[in-house]
């Protein structure tokens, strides 16, 4: 009990700070938004983004890695006490910690390299920046690394990887347009329901992030419901009145970047058969974004 405690706070923690750019431009364009219309997008909106997204897609991913098993069995799989169901997971995992582990490593990588950002850890972050046109280089020496290993294991796993490294650059695509479409949807002219649905693509695109590092906390799709849930529920709350003094938390984005660094490892380490205690995810994401939290705050006492 005490673990499954754990696991659903480390979730809810990792989704409030992976969520952060997704909350501002929620609240930038939702600022332009007639009232009734804001109001269907923070309750229904919430619906959307707790159930389908953050419900709705770990569960298939967790059915298509593992098609033998039914709906329900997909569902409620790590509580189960049946056997086939059992070897069923331990066989698919490597798959999809493959798979979402290159995904976060590359996502870390390309904040790391190219993304601008407030100097967290100065002279690493800055000798990374200077030198940002290795990111494509150093991304697919990892990719190949990876797979050139995990083919001598287990082919799919390779496989997996591939996967991840084309889900990540999809998804680059959409939250690079998403960023940049944020100017043409705060403008008047649009509709409302247009901001509306623009902004469930958008949430559905950031929450890929918090979906797949869920699995290196947990393969329970009730749990990471549970955690990702409530995370997706203080995010909300931080779009409606705080978002502006979350911003003042410079390095709140460094912690979340170094923790997708650490699930990511943790989710290839895991892959290759190497026992990773189901604490040290939620451990891990408490450190970093402690951390980079306590050195936010310095920074706004000084400033202040």
């Known amino acids: 009990m005490l673990t499954m405690i754990l696991i659903v706070l480390g979730l809810c923690v990792f989704e409030v700070i992976s969520s952060i750019d ?22 229904w909106g919430l619906l959307i983004a707790v159930f389908l997204i953050r419900g709705l897609l770990p569960w298939l991913i967790i059915w298509a890695v593992n098609p033998s098993l039914g709906p329900i069995e997909a569902l409620t799989a790590t509580f189960s006490n049946d056997p086939h169901v059992k070897e069923s997971i331990e066989m ?25 950002k407030h100097f967290g850890l100065p002279r690493f972050e800055k000798f990374f920046v200077k030198n940002g046109v290795w990111f494509f280089a150093t991304v697919s020496v990892v990719l190949a690394v990876i797979v050139w290993f995990a083919l001598k294991q287990n082919p799919m796993m390779a496989f997996g990887a591939v996967v991840g490294s084309s889900a990540f650059f999809i998804t680059h695509g959409f939250k690079q347009n998403a960023e940049e479409s944020e100017k043409s949807l705060t403008k008047k002219h649009l509709s409302d329901i247009s901001k509306i649905l623009y902004l469930e693509v958008i949430d559905a695109t950031f929450s890929i992030d918090g979906v797949l590092g869920a699995f290196a906390f947990t393969l329970s799709v009730p749990l990471i419901l549970l955690g990702n849930g409530l995370g997706a529920l203080v995010v909300r709350q931080l779009t409606v009145g705080n978002i502006d003094r979350v911003k003042k938390y410079i390095y709140l984005k460094n912690g979340a970047m170094y923790s997708i660094l650490f699930l990511g490892v943790i989710m290839l380490t895991d892959a290759f058969g190497v026992a990773v205690p189901q604490w040290a995810s939620p451990v891990a994401t408490f450190v970093t974004i402690g951390y980079f939290f306590l050195k936010s705050k310095k920074a706004l006492t000084i400033t202040a």
Do not use: C, D, Q, Y
């Open 92 to 116: 698919a995992a490597p798959i999809l910690m493959a798979g979402g582990g290159i995904f976060l490593v590359f996502l870390f990588l390309h904040w790391l390299f190219l993304e601008e």
């Open 22 to 43: 997704n909350a501002v431009i929620n609240a930038e364009v939702l600022s332009t938004m007639k009232p009734k219309a804001r109001k269907w997008f923070l309750v």
